[in-house]
């Protein structure tokens, strides 16, 4: 007999919540089969049966689980036989805490089919809760409170800017989005040109394990994205080793999901180095907190009408001192001049 463990889903949550079983009790599945929901604090995940059999449900929908808990069991007794069972209703597949809000203000399944969401979780039905005084806070903002405050807690972290021009790079990038057919702007340029400077500045890449820095492959560089609907920090992964269109399309997936809130868990996991995009308004500073598991925060904002931007980096102190941030920025100036996109396609 299998088991169907959770697995670990990020390096932030300590316990999940089993939203919904997709497939009943006593139900043969496939080992490539879908059969459960697991919402973390920013993404839902569907985990796959692992194994072929009969699956038993061991938790609850509307459990907390943790990393490594048996849920489930996949073996080779008889399905349960279940005689009349009525097909399942049209419509979206509503989330446990999503129903409990839906029922405490009365809201028609006019108004959840409205969404126009395959999966309606607490976030979608909050959106449709309007005039209260008091309300919850997401849970997508919920786990950026919970970030903010261990950095501020175990994060000695400093701050260093200088001005850069853009001009010449944005200009390359608008040529450059009618070659890829995809957007091309800041985040682009700067997630290559830090990218381009992980093999000379290994620890801005690197995390914290008690008196060692842990030092990473590639770098993998979140972004923040925030429109709306919760901060995310969605991750381009290796994006040392990715053309410009794979960057492109990579962020352009990640901005289209945070209209959502849909990311897959692995999308919004493993950045070692974070860009800060502040480029709404007239923003001519920023001061970013570094997100825990990191060493660094890039702030990004917005050019003025010459082309030049305060382009700031906070960094934890433990690891990076002032002299060696202040080159990585110079470092990071030059690379911005010089960026041509590299490999495009």
């Known amino acids: 007999m299998a088991e169907l463990r959770v697995p670990k889903l990020n390096n932030n949550d300590t316990e999940y919540l089993l939203v919904e079983w997709l497939v009943p009790d006593g139900t043969p599945v496939h080992e490539d089969d879908a059969v459960v929901l697991v919402e973390t604090s920013k993404a839902t995940e569907e985990l796959p049966a692992d194994a072929t059999g009969v699956l038993r449900h061991v938790v609850k929908a509307g459990a907390w689980c943790r990393p490594d808990e048996v849920i489930a069991t996949v073996g080779d007794d008889a399905p349960v036989v279940v005689e009349d069972t009525p097909a399942p209703s049209e419509g979206p597949l509503v ?97 290559q040109a830090v990218a381009g400077l992980h093999d000379e500045f290994p620890l801005f890449f690197a995390a914290l394990q008690g008196n060692h820095a842990v030092l990473s492959e590639t770098p993998d560089i979140g972004v923040t994205v925030d429109l709306g609907e919760g901060l995310y920090v969605p991750v381009v992964h290796d994006a040392a080793g990715r053309t410009l269109k794979d960057v492109a399309v990579t962020l352009m997936k990640h901005r289209l999901a945070a209209t959502t809130g849909e990311f897959k868990e692995s999308d919004l996991s493993g950045a070692n180095f974070v860009v800060t995009l502040h480029t709404e308004g007239e923003v001519e500073m920023a001061i970013p907190f570094v997100f825990p598991g990191t060493a660094c925060a890039l702030a990004v904002t917005a050019p003025a009408d010459e082309g030049s931007a305060l382009i700031g980096l906070a960094y934890d102190h433990r690891l990076i001192n002032g002299r060696d941030a202040s080159l990585f920025l110079a470092a990071l100036r030059t690379a911005v001049a010089q960026w041509n996109g590299g490999a495009v396609v």
């Open 95 to 191: 989330t446990a805490p999503a129903q409990a809000i839906i029922d405490a203000h009365g809201i028609t399944p006019e108004q959840v089919a409205a969404l126009g969401v395959r999966l309606v979780r607490r976030a979608d039905v909050e959106r449709l809760v309007a005039g209260a005084k008091l309300r919850e806070l997401p849970r997508v903002q919920r786990a950026v409170a919970r970030a903010v405050e261990v950095s501020h807690q175990t994060i000695p972290a400093a701050y260093v800017a200088v001005r850069m021009d853009l001009g010449p790079a944005l200009e390359r990038a608008k040529a450059l989005t009618k070659e890829v057919r995809r957007p091309v702007g800041v985040a682009e340029v700067f997630v």
